[in-house]
C-alpha cells in the first residue's frame, strides 16, 4: 500500500492524490446486511442500498465502443430492477470523455464536489460550541430518524431513506462509523459521521448539514474537530471530505488540502433529473 510521508502541513499534492487513488476507491469494508459487491470487468458494482452505486479505478481501462457497452450494462442492470443508479466520477479520471459517454447513457450529473484532504492531528482539537449546543456520539435508530427528518428539512426531500442506512452500517460494523449530532433544546439542528476504512491511512468526514437558523455559529468546526478527535484516537493519518462549495472555504482555511474534484452521475428510471446526494456509501 502506498503510505504518504508529510511534514507538519499537507503539500505534496500529487502524492496525496495517488494515496486516495489505491486506499479510497474500490470496496468498502463491511457491507450492511442485504447489501451486495459485484464485479464486472474494471467496475465495481454495489447492490442494495437506497441507488445502485459504481465505482470504477483511475483509468477505466476501456475506449470508444467497449466503454459504451459497459456503461449501458450497468444502467440496463439497474433498469430491471427499477432502481436509480450513481457512478461516481473525479475531475482526473480516464479516459477523457468518460463522462460524455455517461450523458449519452442518460446519466446525469449531480453538483460537482471538491475532494479535500488533510492532516487528523492538524483538524483534531476541543471543539468550540455556541451556547446551548452540546455534541453527542449516537447509536440508536431514533436517532438516526431524527437525523434523517432534520435532513429532509434541510435538504426539502425526503431523506428517510438516510436512517435506514446509518442503522444497517452501525448493524454491520458499529466501531467503523462514528456518528455525531449537535443538540439544543432537545432538537437536533446538525448531524455528521466518521466512516473508518481499515487497512488504509484515511477515514471518510460526511453529513455536516445545519438547520438554516444554526448555520455560521461554528457547528461544522465543532463537528470536525470532534471526529477528528476520533480519527486521531484510532491512528487515522489523514482525513477526507467530499466537499460541497459552502463547506470547501472553511476546510481551506483549516488546512484541507484539494485533490480533485467528484461528480455523480445518476440514472433514475423514474426521474433521471432527480437529486438525491450521497453522504458516505462510497
Known amino acids: 500500500m502506498l503510505r504518504v510521508v508529510l511534514s507538519s502541513h499537507v503539500t505534496d499534492i500529487d502524492g496525496l492524490l495517488a494515496a486516495y487513488d489505491e486506499q479510497m476507491r474500490g470496496e468498502p469494508p463491511n457491507p450492511p446486511a442485504g447489501v451486495t459487491y459485484e464485479q464486472d470487468g474494471p467496475l465495481l458494482r454495489i447492490v442494495g442500498q437506497f441507488r445502485g452505486f459504481i465505482s470504477c479505478p483511475r483509468d477505466v481501462g476501456l475506449r470508444g465502443a467497449e466503454l ?61 460550541l455556541p451556547d446551548g449546543v452540546r455534541l453527542r ?66 477515514a471518510g468526514l460526511w453529513g455536516g448539514s445545519t438547520l438554516p437558523a444554526w448555520r455560521g455559529r461554528g457547528i461544522y468546526r465543532a463537528l470536525l474537530a470532534a471526529r477528528a478527535q476520533l480519527a486521531t484516537a484510532r491512528r487515522v493519518t489523514f482525513l477526507q471530505v467530499d466537499a460541497s462549495d459552502d463547506s470547501a472555504p472553511i476546510l481551506s482555511r483549516l488546512g484541507f488540502q484539494a485533490v480533485t474534484t467528484t461528480t455523480p452521475y445518476v440514472w433514475s428510471p423514474a426521474d433521471p433529473g432527480s437529486c438525491v446526494r450521497k453522504f458516505g456509501l462510497d
Request: charged share 30%; hydrophobic share 45%; aromatic share 8%.
Open 68 to 128: 459504451d457497452r459497459l456503461i449501458r450494462r450497468q444502467r440496463d442492470y439497474f433498469a430491471t430492477r427499477g432502481e436509480a443508479v450513481e457512478w461516481k466520477t473525479r475531475g482526473h479520471d480516464r479516459p477523457t470523455d468518460l463522462v460524455d459517454r455517461l450523458r449519452a447513457a442518460g446519466f446525469v450529473p449531480e453538483e460537482q464536489e471538491t475532494v479535500m484532504i488533510g492532516l487528523a492531528q492538524e483538524m483534531a482539537r476541543e471543539p468550540v
Open 137 to 202: 456520539q449516537v447509536t440508536t435508530d431514533a436517532d438516526m430518524h431524527r437525523i434523517a427528518a432534520m435532513e429532509s428539512t434541510v435538504w426539502g426531500q425526503d431523506w428517510s431513506w438516510l436512517a435506514d442506512d446509518l442503522i444497517a452500517r452501525i448493524s454491520a460494523a458499529s466501531t467503523e462509523i462514528a456518528v455525531m449530532v449537535a443538540e439544543a433544546d432537545g432538537e437536533v439542528v446538525s448531524a455528521a459521521w466518521l466512516v473508518f476504512r481499515a487497512g488504509t491511512e484515511f
